[in-house]
Every structure is written in structure tokens, then in C-alpha cells.
């Protein structure tokens, strides 16, 4: 059973940075950010393999950036310029096959989720 943390959400404002994490207990071959805010259905933000091929939603593109570090097994979610539409609960998501690996496949493990609040 793989065991997911993430952290690094916080609070800021709109244009700035936050850099979230996602430490997995053992070896996985996909790893994803999805997010979820009230009233609104989950959306795939941002998906990477061991390779370090990734895919991004529309939304996010040339603002987020995910990487990966396989030694230790984590993710990391670069945001940049951040907006008010951002806030989200952010959750990490992975499966242990390296494929396939897209926002739109289903994962078998997930983190807690970590908060992401955007100010205006």
C-alpha cells in the first residue's frame, strides 16, 4: 500500500508562488496533482512520469510546473503567478505501473489533499 504526503499549501496572493510536495513511500511510475474546490468537479492539474514526460491542464499551462525526483520518490508542483481561481484542495495521486500515465486515467493512491488559497 503506497502512502502518499503532500505539503507546502499555504495561503497568498494572486501573482505569487507556491511550491507543494508529494512524498511517496515507495517506488512509483506515475505521479499526478489533481484539485478540487467546493461545488466544482475534480479537475487533473498536472500528471509526470519517471521519465519526466508531463502533461498539464489547459489552465495551468506555462504557469505550473511538475517535477519529479525519483531517488526520493517525490513530486514536486511548482505554481507560479497565481490566481484567485487557483484555490483549490490540491491532492497527489499515484499508481505504481509507469503507464500509462495521464490526468485522465484512474489512480490507486491518493494523498490527504493541502489547501491552496489564492487572495485577490
Known amino acids: 500500500q503506497v502512502q502518499l504526503v503532500e505539503s507546502g499549501g499555504g495561503s497568498v496572493q494572486a501573482g505569487g508562488s507556491l511550491r507543494l510536495s508529494c512524498a511517496a513511500s515507495?517506488?512509483?511510475?506515475?505521479m499526478a496533482w489533481f484539485r478540487q474546490a467546493p461545488g466544482k468537479e475534480r479537475e487533473g492539474v498536472a500528471v509526470?512520469?519517471?521519465?519526466?514526460?508531463?502533461n498539464y491542464a489547459s489552465s495551468v499551462k506555462g504557469r505550473f510546473t511538475v517535477s519529479i525526483d525519483n531517488e526520493n520518490e517525490t513530486a514536486h508542483l511548482q505554481m507560479n503567478k497565481l490566481k484567485p481561481e487557483d484555490t483549490s484542495l490540491y491532492f497527489c495521486?499515484?499508481?505504481?505501473?509507469?503507464?500509462?500515465?495521464?490526468?485522465?486515467?484512474?489512480?490507486?493512491?491518493w494523498g490527504q489533499g493541502t489547501q491552496v488559497t489564492v487572495s485577490s
Open positions: 509526470i512520469d519517471r521519465a519526466g514526460g508531463t
Open positions: 495521486a499515484a499508481n505504481t505501473e509507469a503507464l500509462p500515465c495521464r490526468r485522465d486515467i484512474s489512480f490507486s493512491y
Open positions: 515507495e517506488s512509483v511510475g506515475c
